[in-house]
């Protein structure tokens, strides 16, 4: 499969906990995006990478978030002190420059 | 600033009938507008794309969407559906100021019935 992926697909956690999650993109995609998606909603932007740079972050992307993507290839998102309002989908996907995304399966995150 | 709204929560239609979920937009400038589906767990699926040209765009799964400038309007249509097409149904565009950013409307969850 050369479509984006996510790992873990699904993870649930207890409030106060870290957690972080992966995506691989499509491999010739140089942009790296990652949305999240609660109950009844469309995707929200919260930040997207072009190679290893990480270009915009959303006001949606508190402190205790952060995301890397150390050689430009795969991305980790990681959510310090989750709080139960940080349950929902998160989704990465992948472009070309200016070009259509392609998204991955989403990790869905409970936090009790 | 740009957005799409997507009118109707949930749209039934019976399968063979043709069905339409409605997208409108509101952006300055030329739109690229975008539809995707959503499978229940899944991530988002692209169907189609309007960049320029042609204001019947056509797509993956026998969908196509028309644009409409006057009315600001990108609808996606199939004339007959599937019950396997029951799922939802993301209209998007992309930033102007911003190529990388997308805006995503609520969804239009459809159901197709025997």
């Known amino acids: 499969d050369t479509g984006v992926s996510q790992n873990p697909r699904h993870k649930i956690t207890k409030r106060g906990q870290n957690v972080t999650f992966r995506c691989d993109p499509i491999s010739e995609h140089n942009r790296l995006y990652w949305y999240r998606q609660t109950l009844g909603q469309g995707p929200e932007f919260l930040t997207y990478?072009?190679?290893?740079?990480?270009?915009?972050k959303s006001r949606l992307l508190s402190d205790r978030f952060s995301a890397e993507r150390p050689k430009g290839s795969f991305s980790t998102l990681e959510i310090q002190r989750t709080e139960q309002g940080d349950s929902a989908m998160y989704l990465c996907?992948?472009?070309?420059?200016?070009?259509?995304?392609?998204f991955g399966p989403g990790t869905r995150l409970t936090v009790l | 600033a740009q957005s799409v709204a997507q009118p109707e929560d949930q749209v039934n239609v019976a399968e063979g009938n043709p069905l339409t979920v409605k997208c409108t937009y509101s952006?300055?400038?030329?739109?690229?507008l975008f539809w995707y589906v959503q499978y229940p767990n899944r991530g988002l699926q692209f169907l189609l794309k309007?960049?320029?040209?042609?204001?019947l765009v056509k797509g993956s799964y026998g969908f196509e969407a028309e644009f409409n400038k006057s009315q600001t309007s990108f609808h996606l249509k199939k004339p007959s559906a599937l019950v396997s097409d029951s799922a939802l149904y993301f209209c998007?565009?992309?930033?102007?100021?911003?190529?990388?950013?997308?805006?995503f409307g609520s969804g239009t969850k459809l159901n197709v019935k025997p």
């Open positions: 309007y960049i320029t040209g042609d204001n």
């Open positions: 990478f072009q190679n290893e740079a990480q270009l915009e």
């Open positions: 998007a565009v992309r930033g102007r100021s911003n190529f990388n950013k997308f805006y």
């Open positions: 952006v300055s400038g030329n739109p690229y």
């Open positions: 996907a992948s472009s070309q420059p200016s070009d259509t995304q392609y």
